[in-house]
């Protein structure tokens, strides 16, 4: 027989593990309540943070710096209402119908949005966010850095410097181009363009010039830029940025005809996106020295296969594609990316949301 001592005790086990249990049952089944976000790579711990600190969904991450295989891709967003993805996932028709009427929205970590499906994403009424403005410095310093090291043969220099061709001083030894009294073209003006532009006077540029879809007389007046057409920005620019966006008017733009028409001594930099860039006509265009050199932080495909003629040219350099790789950048891109994510998930305004 038990005594009242011990049935006393009993009781308050069978409560204590009774109320745990019930603890853990309504936590289990808040978190089923709670919106399913998938997030298709390891980003930077900033947006995670949010995002967890949040507890306003259940998070499934891709916890890897490579890219998500796409059949895993597909099984994953199956039901989701959330995807956090960045710009090697391809959103598309396929992807969207998989994961079904849930999907309320879709937040970039890019400031592009080529991958995404654009129509697709509109007709069925999905939110994009993207992460505009925050890259816009750490790729400006990227492009002026690139612009010096193609203009003043920086890689080279090194290489002859490691490998024993460094002897004695020659009058014209790896002499590059500067930009004291130079006119630098801009195609595309937007931020980014302003930012290199006003990164790039002090060392002296005589003139910017620009052409876009149409003026910009706003952002012009921030730098004294002056509007021609694609014709005059090949012809008059002694270097020469793009950082237009990729769009069908804009895909192959960079091509034999815009090369032909630029001077000898002239240097192309590119740090906006590969496709705006037919290859062939730049490689012909470098080789036949037809323009003094070229800097490519974006190429396609990328990464740009190891083999490729491209990299076999000196007055060639290629970065792969790191203008936004700051650590403070990247950290503010995922932030912004997971603050669009919950506000998309709430129905609320997006810090930065795509008009689809």
């Known amino acids: 027989m038990w005594n009242r001592f011990q049935v006393k005790a009993l009781k308050r086990v069978l409560i204590s593990e009774f109320n745990t249990w019930n603890k853990l049952d309504t936590m289990q089944k808040t978190q089923q309540a709670l919106p399913r976000v998938y997030v298709t790579r390891r980003v930077p711990p900033e947006g995670l943070k949010i ?63 080529d991958h995404l499906s654009r129509d697709e994403l509109k007709k069925r009424g999905i939110r994009v966010g ?9 790729v400006a310093e990227l492009t002026v850095a690139l612009l010096l090291a193609t203009s003043r043969r920086l890689i080279e220099a090194v290489n002859e410097a490691k490998n024993g061709g460094w002897g004695t001083w020659r009058t014209m030894w790896l002499c590059g181009y500067e930009l004291s009294q130079s006119t630098v073209g801009i195609l595309g003006l937007g931020r980014i363009g302003v930012a290199i532009a006003k990164r790039l006077k002090p060392f002296g540029v005589k003139r910017f010039i620009y052409t876009d879809v149409a003026p910009r007389p706003e952002l012009a007046a921030q730098i004294q830029a002056e509007y021609v057409s694609l014709d005059e ?39 906006s996106r590969g496709a705006v860039v037919n290859q062939d006509d730049l490689y012909n265009a470098l080789t036949s020295g037809q323009i003094a050199g070229a800097g490519l932080d974006v190429t ?50 997006m810090l930065k949301e795509l008009k689809l």
């Open 51 to 113: 995002l967890r600190q949040s507890g306003m969904c259940n998070i499934e991450l891709w916890d890897s710096d490579d890219p998500v295989p796409r059949q895993e891709l597909l099984k994953k967003v199956s039901g989701v209402d959330g995807l956090l993805c960045v710009l090697t996932e391809k959103i598309d028709a396929e992807l969207l119908n998989i994961a079904g009427p849930n999907l309320k929205v879709v937040s970039t970590m890019s400031v592009g949005y």
């Open 130 to 138: 993207y992460t505009p403005d925050v890259l816009t410095d750490s």
């Open 233 to 271: 920005l090949a012809k008059e620019s002694d270097f020469l940025a793009v950082c237009c966006a990729l769009t069908p008017e804009t895909q192959g733009i960079c091509n034999s005809a815009l090369f032909n028409k630029m001077k000898n001594t002239s240097i192309f930099i590119n740090t």
């Open 300 to 349: 396609v495909p990328e990464p740009l296969p190891t083999d490729h003629p491209l990299f076999e040219l000196k007055n060639c350099v290629i970065l792969p594609h790191i203008a936004s790789a700051t650590i403070a950048t990247r950290n503010a891109m995922s932030a912004l990316a997971a603050n669009n994510l919950l506000a998309g998930l709430k129905g609320e305004a």
